[in-house]
């Protein structure tokens, strides 16, 4: 018998957008994926790219499990852009679509 685990990782989360700008940080919110994919989610990972970079920076060291989250320690006048994965028991979704440049 082989023990098959009942769940798979989660859809992408929605696309994200930014609500509030300032200087150094940005409110990030995205929507919930559209299955779970059986087990609830325990985390979002958040990511953000500057314009200038060729890396994903994952932003958020905690768990989050809300809708949105503060992006901060931005450097001014420059663009970055975020995406979002979803984590449930199962493990990690691929990632969101990218949302477009925001400029601090």
Known sequence: VI???PFVPPDPPKTPEVTAV???SMVVCWG???SDGG???IN???ERRDRSGLRWVKCNKRN???LRYKVSGLT???EYEYRIMAEN???VSAPSETSPFYKA
């Open 22 to 24: 300032t200087k150094d």
């Open 32 to 34: 919930h994926p559209d």
């Open 3 to 5: 023990a098959a685990n």
């Open 39 to 41: 087990s609830e989610i």
């Open 76 to 78: 001014e006048g420059h």
């Open 44 to 46: 979002y990972i958040v």
């Open 64 to 66: 989050i499990t809300d």
């Open 89 to 91: 028991a199962a493990g």
